[in-house]
């Protein structure tokens, strides 16, 4: 296995020479458009498809994808990645979060621990935990059930297990499947907890402290914030409080804690919803079923990952054609775009999971690469930013790839026909005119109600969020961004970016500042 | 006055000859940092100061910024549009959204109207009706008082004043203040009504209904769902429902609301929270005094935007900053980042005030320009983004700059102090570590600890925020959004470019397609 710069790469080369070579103007046009559509989808786990006829991609594009993809090995990598290589070099750690929902390769043992088994055995303690709350067995201190779980972390803790809730939440109301509410506390904003603890009933609910290290001060500070309202309440918190962490951190094996539940350092934080820390949250506010069955989809996806033809491997044909559009026609964001409500934050966790893992100028050996890596990822739901943002996609100066995700069926199965229509259906037949009014645009002898087209996107289309969708959804995207970390030979897996500022905002809270940090803290009233 | 494009003008050149010439590692090292962190400042309204000194600029390219300004005539223009002249040529409109908080210069007669008096007005129905409801004057079908007010819009009246409302909804709560709960309805996905109408108890609930034409189809739509759960509840709708609409309307004197509020078409929808189509909804939640308080705060804000120096304007000097970057530094992005979680909302109102104004490639002429406009506009609060994105704002290979906002003081009053500093102080403290961890960075022998820096950022400070400090807010933006257009030579006021797409949706809900359109419309469900 080789781990090149992307710009070493024959496909490289190859590349460079075929781009700006399809309009989608013209292949989009007609019958040849229809004929697109129905030939460049792959299918994915979950009942879901990936779509991408309206990316600026040909025969021939494809066919030097896939050269790039054998080139830089992809697949193989995947595979010494979920076989407990040593991925993750910068930390010098495993990367091991797709185990937490499936067994790709061999049994993986890494410090003495069949890692596997742990993942599997956290989940289990994590679905009697939950079953136990649901059935009475674990009760406040009055003896009364617990209707309230509050996750307490942040970025990885919260984003990925946020999104993944708000998913569902509408589909298990609808179902009658609820079993109980969720919040969420993540800003060192007082004003984040005190707005999330005025709307709760703190003697029926159970927080759930995330954090691997044991030491992330937002999350602490957080906790003590809770504790104190826990107190104020005259509740004993330790009646109240489990703990997602690693079992070396000061959380591990506490008194403070109902119940400890373990992640280890092989599961980066933006990669951690489908392990203890996105399920023990999931598994109150759902039931276990409901979070197996989000990581019975992840595990499917998975497993169309290994697929080293790009026509049957979705996330790794949607990586390709990131970095075609990244490197070879300029573009610098991605806006994510469901037409689901359900999905309202999922652009949110998408946003941390590409922009940190591949936000990165250095090579996975610290050698500075010369060529454009992740770009920026930003989106809100369909059809709100038609009114709202796209504007500048259709219009602007710029042009930004879309990611539309779109589900033939609703989740909460009540609609209205309005002038001959469903909801549902006005929703969908606006991504359909979206996708094509992007791509074809429409001549106008007024240039400003002229729209150029050639603007690519591509579509994610199932038949309903379920949680198999969604899971599958969820792998989907940690896939692409782990194959387009191999093609641009970066450590997907760390974060040395976030250290600086931690750095210096102990500083400052140590009043150890001069020059403009001490005038910036003046500024802010620190001191 | 004359309208001519960015590039024709002297000041182009002269900014062209002037770019990267600051590096942000060296001025703001040292005490010649703090310096420029007291002398570059721009006192606000509402007790808000613009800082930019960690923007690459010096007192050479602001002199020339100040050039732009006087060539592009940007006050002269922005009193031609306070003035009454018909600034949006596309569409035939005037520009009077200013007018809605306070009168800035003559008096604006139009279609033999008194625009000020005609919006006063309005202000004053919906501060008389939102005390009505608050005094138990106008109650429900079953004489009980009204609860919550549910915002029917998209867009314009969506965005803004659902992030006003979060904005102020905890400040509210923590005086006491909070008159009525407040919920959105926007989406035309059917989970969107049918999760808030899962939340509220109808029948101690007023919908306020916004649209300008009163034809939007999402808004329609959402009305009817909304009218269907009312029946099924035994409920009367024209009970229940009041109506934001122009004058010419089909929703205007219309017995199936109990009242209507009119706004009109000088006011956009993206400009529109200080006009009814904020003020309805905001006057029930809060009281129509914090929403006057909010107006007052606007207002001077505006006012402050006619000074024709740069060191006194701070919303021109925001916009001349952005189009340094944008069109000489090459930036395509731009994060804004408040260090609020009430604020969690108000990136994407300035996403689409902004994407919306100024992502057009065609001058107020109808003629294409040969330079970049307005960039991609997206946020989340911190320290949440800092666990998240901003490893790639450190680090990446792309330059975002970075629009940070902070108060000295949170809203709640509720805190707590843990290692020795509050959590306010924590927050703060973040803030000002990363304004220079992006500035200055940090040299490593080890590449992937190493951040550049250079990363230029500004931040808006304010004691706190009070509806006078959300006011200034709110118009410091519109301003700088107007005067960027000013300097792009764009009309900032018309949106073209959301048209296709409904004439196409129109055709797939008619089964009027062929082509690519049909495939799409056949993978979504739709037929």
Redesign the interface.
């Known amino acids: 296995m080789e781990w090149k710069n992307f710009d070493k790469l024959e496909a490289y080369r190859k590349l460079e020479s075929l781009k700006n070579t399809v309009k989608l103007q013209e292949v989009?046009?007609?019958?040849k458009?229809?004929d697109?559509?129905?030939a460049y989808q792959v299918p994915m786990a979950g009942g879901l498809?990936y779509?991408f006829?309206?990316k600026e991609v040909d025969d021939d594009i494809i066919a030097t994808l896939q050269e790039l993809a054998d080139e830089a090995q992809l697949t193989e990598k995947y595979k010494a990645l979920y076989s407990g290589e040593m991925i993750n070099t910068?930390e010098k750690r495993l990367v091991l979060h797709q185990l937490t929902r499936g067994q790709l390769g061999d049994q993986v043992i890494a410090d003495g621990v069949n890692k596997g088994e742990f993942y599997e055995a956290q989940q289990k303690k994590a679905a009697e935990f939950a079953i136990k709350v649901h059935s009475g067995q674990i009760v406040n201190e009055a003896g009364e059930a617990f209707t309230t779980a509050v996750q307490i972390g942040?970025?990885?803790s919260?984003?990925g297990p946020r999104a993944l809730y708000l998913s569902l939440?509408?589909w298990a109301?609808?179902q009658g499947a609820l079993k109980m509410e969720a919040k969420f506390i993540?800003?060192?904003?007082?004003?984040?907890?005190?707005?999330v603890l005025?709307q709760i009933d703190v003697a029926h609910s159970i927080f759930v402290l995330v954090s691997k290290s044991g030491t992330t001060?937002?999350t602490?500070?957080n906790e003590?914030?809770v504790k104190?309202a826990l107190k104020e309440a005259g509740l004993d918190p330790s009646k109240h409080m489990v703990a997602v962490t690693s079992e070396t951190s000061p959380l591990a094996g506490n008194p403070d804690y109902m119940e400890a539940f373990y992640m280890d350092d092989y599961i980066g934080?933006?990669y951690s919803s489908t392990s203890a820390v996105g399920g023990v949250l999931l598994s109150l506010a759902f039931g276990p079923e409901v979070f197996a069955r989000i990581n019975r989809g992840a595990a499917a996806e998975d497993a169309l990952a290994k697929n080293p033809d790009v026509m049957k491997n979705p996330a790794m044909m949607d990586a390709l054609i990131g970095v075609y559009e990244r490197n070879f026609l300029g573009y610098?964001?991605t806006a994510v775009l469901p037409?689901?409500?359900?999905l309202s934050r999922f652009p949110?966790h998408l946003?941390?999971l590409d922009?940190?893992?591949?936000?990165?100028?250095?090579n996975r050996f610290?050698?500075?690469?010369d060529?454009?890596?992740?770009p920026?990822?930003?989106g809100?739901?369909?059809?709100?930013g038609?009114?709202?943002?796209?504007?500048?996609?259709?219009?602007?100066?710029?042009v930004?790839p879309l990611q539309f995700i779109?589900f033939?069926?609703?989740?909460?199965n009540?609609?209205?026909e309005?002038?001959?229509?469903?909801?549902?259906?006005?929703?969908?037949?606006?991504?359909?005119?979206?996708?094509?009014?992007f791509?074809c645009?429409?001549d106008d002898s007024?240039?400003?109600?002229?729209?150029?087209g050639g603007r690519p996107s591509s579509?994610i289309?199932g038949e309903q969020l379920t949680p198999e969708a969604l899971g599958a959804l969820l792998a989907h995207f940690e896939n692409k961004v782990m194959f387009q970390g191999f093609v641009w030979n970066l450590?997907s897996f760390?974060?040395?970016?976030?250290?600086?500022?931690?750095?210096?905002?102990?500083?400052?809270?140590a009043k150890d500042t001069?020059?403009?940090?001490?005038?910036?803290?003046r500024?802010?009233?620190?001191f």
Request: charged share 20%; glycine share 12%.
């Open positions: 989009m046009t007609g019958e458009g229809a697109r559509v129905r498809t779509s006829a309206a910068g942040i970025g990885g919260d984003l939440e509408n109301k609808a993540s800003n060192v904003d007082p004003d984040d907890a005190s707005a005025s001060l937002e602490l500070t003590a914030f104190n934080g933006r610098g964001a037409y689901s409500q359900a949110a946003q941390q922009m940190e893992s591949n936000g990165k100028r250095v610290g050698e500075p690469v060529y454009a890596t992740g920026i990822i930003f809100e739901p369909g059809t709100n038609q009114h709202s943002f796209y504007q500048l996609l259709h219009q602007g100066t710029d930004v779109g033939r069926n609703n989740q909460m009540n609609d209205v309005i002038q001959g229509s469903t909801s549902q259906q006005k929703l969908n037949a606006n991504v359909a005119a979206q996708i094509m009014a791509a645009g429409k007024d240039k400003n109600k002229e729209f150029r579509i289309v450590n760390d974060q040395e970016g976030v250290q600086l500022g931690k750095v210096l905002a102990k500083k400052v809270l001069d020059g403009a940090l001490d005038a910036y803290s500024m802010l009233g620190i």
